[in-house]
């Protein structure tokens, strides 16, 4: 069960977006989905192609540190830190904060390029999800058409590697929404406007799963 300032997120998103009250259901799983991830310390392996690539590094830049809410490491980490360098421990204590592990499939330059030229180019990011997924992990796939060949293959990888599987797109839901274990379909079907949507329900994504983690009580 979420807590109750992780819900009042989710309905602040809704209040301002009314449209997007069709998607409450999958909002509310996919939230759960990532918490689980996360208490269980595993990790979100996330892509997309163009814009959404774009938000791919996005969403990870908001997880990886602090989002809303201040991340203090936890006292065994500032232990460690104090015994074995002393030295820079109040630095990096003052600085590091605790993470959401998250990892952009778009972002491997010599990777993708490598694999593209040599293999097969539309399965570039199945390639990272076999190598980097465990079971537990979730695994997000972005595409505004939900036809995105390369996302889509990136899915299917990751059903046979045991990860969740949460699908962002459009009105539609395409192939994607198929494969996925929650989809979430924003009512719009014009690309930059299904991209409005996306960053709401991402920057929504990111300071829920961080108030379960980080939140108080």
Do not use: W
């Given at each position: 069960?979420?807590?109750?300032?992780?819900?009042?997120?989710?309905?602040?998103?809704?209040?301002?977006?009314?449209?997007?009250?069709?998607?409450?259901?999958?909002?509310?799983?996919?939230?759960?989905?990532?918490?689980?991830?996360?208490?269980?310390?595993?990790?979100?392996?996330?892509?997309?192609?163009?814009?959404?690539?774009?938000?791919?590094?996005?969403?990870?830049?908001?997880?990886?540190?602090?989002?809303?809410?201040?991340?203090?490491?936890?006292?065994?980490?500032?232990?460690?830190?104090?015994?074995?360098?002393?030295?820079?421990?109040?630095?990096?204590?003052?600085?590091?904060q605790g993470s959401l592990?998250?990892?952009?499939?778009?972002?491997?330059?010599?990777?993708?390029?490598?694999?593209?030229?040599?293999?097969?180019?539309?399965?570039c990011f199945a390639q990272?999800?076999?190598?980097?997924?465990?079971?537990?992990?979730?695994?997000?796939?972005?595409?505004?058409?939900?036809?995105?060949?390369?996302?889509?293959?990136?899915?299917?990888?990751?059903?046979?590697?045991?990860?969740?599987?949460?699908?962002?797109?459009?009105?539609?839901?395409?192939?994607?929404?198929?494969?996925?274990?929650?989809?979430?379909?924003?009512?719009?079907?014009?690309?930059?406007?299904?991209?409005?949507?996306?960053?709401?329900?991402?920057?929504?994504?990111?300071?829920?799963?961080?108030?379960?983690?980080?939140?108080?009580?």
């Amino acid at each position: 069960m979420l807590k109750k300032t992780t819900l009042s997120i989710i309905e602040i998103l809704i209040k301002r977006q009314p449209v997007l009250s069709v998607c409450l259901d999958a909002f509310l799983s996919s939230v759960e989905a990532l918490y689980v991830c996360y208490s269980n310390q595993h990790k979100l392996l996330v892509c997309g192609n163009g814009g959404s690539a774009a938000d791919s590094e996005h969403i990870v830049g908001e997880l990886m540190k602090g989002f809303l809410l201040p991340r203090k490491l936890k006292r065994a980490v500032q232990d460690q830190f104090e015994f074995m360098f002393p030295e820079d421990a109040a630095y990096f204590i003052e600085n590091l904060q605790g993470s959401l592990p998250a990892l952009s499939l778009v972002n491997p330059i010599a990777f993708n390029t490598a694999f593209t030229n040599d293999q097969a180019p539309n399965l570039c990011f199945a390639q990272q999800v076999l190598g980097l997924g465990n079971a537990g992990d979730v695994f997000l796939g972005i595409s505004t058409s939900g036809y995105s060949e390369n996302v889509i293959y990136a899915a299917k990888a990751a059903k046979v590697r045991d990860l969740t599987v949460l699908a962002l797109t459009g009105q539609d839901g395409g192939e994607l929404e198929a494969v996925a274990d929650i989809c979430i379909k924003v009512p719009e079907t014009e690309t930059y406007r299904i991209q409005e949507y996306h960053v709401m329900i991402y920057h929504m994504f990111c300071a829920a799963v961080e108030n379960e983690i980080f939140g108080k009580p």
